[in-house]
């Protein structure tokens, strides 16, 4: 309903647009959050530059890549150097703490507070910061899990202590060929549990979360809900940004905020019930929590 109408940004004074965001965390009686790669940027997750640079600095000469990300789609010539590659990529943005304290404060603003959160993001933060994990709905999948290329069946599989000797054992640019991961029910090659196509699998955990998040909203129905969304793009609008959209519509009890530097705002039906803040998400936490 909003797609051909114009849309708002805020213009509004930063700092009355915070206190509006205070004021409407604390007289909430419910917060979902709505979280895409924006925030996990804010936490410290680059996929450019420093961090690209120290893991991945003999295929940025060998092949001139210019972040991970796009490293990822590249056709390798053989598994042993695609493992090589997603093992480091798996190892340093699932299984290691860089994170500059954006989601641990992040939970402390809402950890008293009846909270849900709903996420892209494929990186494990919220459970590392003390998320409760039965109120989290990691919708595209997890680095942290492996599945069946073709796939054969509907499950996935931990992945840590795979990736970890891949990690560790690797030399030229190729893990050991006994190290390759593949399906144990049918021996195809296995693959990231992520959403790049139809063949993602959406296991028991998955379909489970599912649930709870449907519950959690219609618990909360035409209740004072807060729809918290922090650097939510235009790559999969449908999943968090339409969705909280619609529902702060149908109820006037709701309040929809959009935090994301260079990209807040809001349909102009809802710009009553919106706060848009065109800032960074780190900055905006660290405000909050004064």
Known sequence: MFLQKKTSRSTADFSAEIIRLKNALNAADAVVIGAGAGLSTAAGFTYTGERFEKYFSDFIEKYGFTDMYSGGFYPFETPEEHWAYWSRYIYCNRYTDVDNGVYKRLFGLVKDKDYFVLTTNVDHRFQKAGFDKKRLFYTQGDYGLFQCSAPCH??????????????????NMRVPAELVPKCPKCGKPMTM???????????????????????????????????LELGVGYNTPAIIKFPFWQMTAENPRAVYACVNFGEAFCPEEISAQSICLNADIAEVIGLLKE
Do not use: P
């Not at 996935?156 to 990690?167: I, K, L, P, S």
């Open 193 to 227: 549990n992520l959403r790049a196509d139809d063949k993602f699998v959406q296991d028991e955990g998955w379909y489970k979360a599912s649930e709870r998040y449907c519950k959690f909203i219609g618990d909360h129905e035409n209740t004072n809900i807060l729809f």
């Open 154 to 171: 509907n499950e996935t599989y931990d992945n840590e202590e795979a990736v970890r000797r891949m990690f560790a054992e690797q030399k």
